[in-house]
């Protein structure tokens, strides 16, 4: 079955800079990416997400990336504020029967002031 | 509209008690999903509701663990028997069909004492 691993599990940055959360995935018939971001008492929320037939899309200071030879996708925010801290999931969904999706295990992203 | 809500929020329990979880999830949607989250942890898929379709319960970790869906809308979680390591955040989530956007709830907080 799929299997995605997430890197690095926490990330600290000063404010203003850019951030890179990086996913592999397994299975080549994974066909969407969404990138979740989890507050404090809160359910993960989606920020940006990635189909197979693209290879980046961009929303205002956030970037996804996805390479389907090397199986892998990232997330970029730039110019970083306080309140991009959270949790942050990716996830990798397969076209099949059953459950088809797989969350990474988080990265935990600390914006510095 | 209205999103996706839980009930409770919180449920504080004596170990071997048996508790209901319940989820309403968006409108229209044909997928559910329940997840178990532990402190700090990541997302552990639990069970997955497509339509008609039987579930996949192959997240679910004992048999003290079932859910149902009823009318192809509202679910509930319940967990016979609570052990102490059923403590937890329960997050449901939906989506319009198996390879779409997920939208979790708030989750519900059980405590197992």
């Known amino acids: 079955g799929e299997n995605v691993e997430q890197h690095p599990s926490t990330l600290s940055v000063q404010e203003g800079d850019s951030a890179v959360i990086k996913c592999t995935y397994s299975?080549?018939?994974?066909?969407?990416f969404p990138w979740y971001k989890q507050e404090l008492g809160k359910g993960p929320q989606l920020i940006i997400d990635?189909?197979?037939?693209?290879g980046e899309k961009k929303d205002q200071r956030i970037a996804v990336t996805l390479n389907k030879t090397a199986k892998h996708f990232s997330l970029h925010i730039t110019e970083t504020q306080p309140e991009d801290s959270a949790v942050y999931f990716c996830?990798?969904?397969?076209?099949?029967?059953?459950?088809?999706?797989?969350f990474g295990p988080g990265t935990r992203l600390s914006v510095l002031p | 509209g209205a999103g996706v809500s839980q009930s409770p929020s919180n449920k504080v329990t004596e170990k071997g008690k048996d508790v209901e979880l319940r989820c309403d999830p968006i409108?229209?949607?044909?997928?559910l999903y329940w997840y178990r989250q532990s402190l700090g942890q990541g997302l552990e898929f639990l069970i997955y509701?497509?339509?008609?379709?039987?579930?996949?319960k192959s997240g679910l970790p004992s048999d003290r663990f079932s859910a149902e869906r009823t009318g192809g809308s509202v679910s509930t979680l319940t967990i016979q028997r609570t052990q102490q390591e059923d403590s937890a955040v329960y997050l449901c989530?939906?989506?319009?069909?198996?390879?779409?956007?997920?939208?979790f709830g708030p989750g519900t907080r059980l405590t197992v004492l």
């Open positions: 996830a990798a969904s397969i076209p099949t029967t059953g459950q088809n999706f797989v």
């Open positions: 509701f497509q339509g008609n379709s039987a579930p996949d």
């Open positions: 299975d080549s018939a994974s066909n969407y």
């Open positions: 989530a939906s989506s319009f069909d198996r390879n779409n956007e997920q939208f």
């Open positions: 990635i189909r197979s037939n693209v």
């Open positions: 409108s229209g949607h044909t997928a």
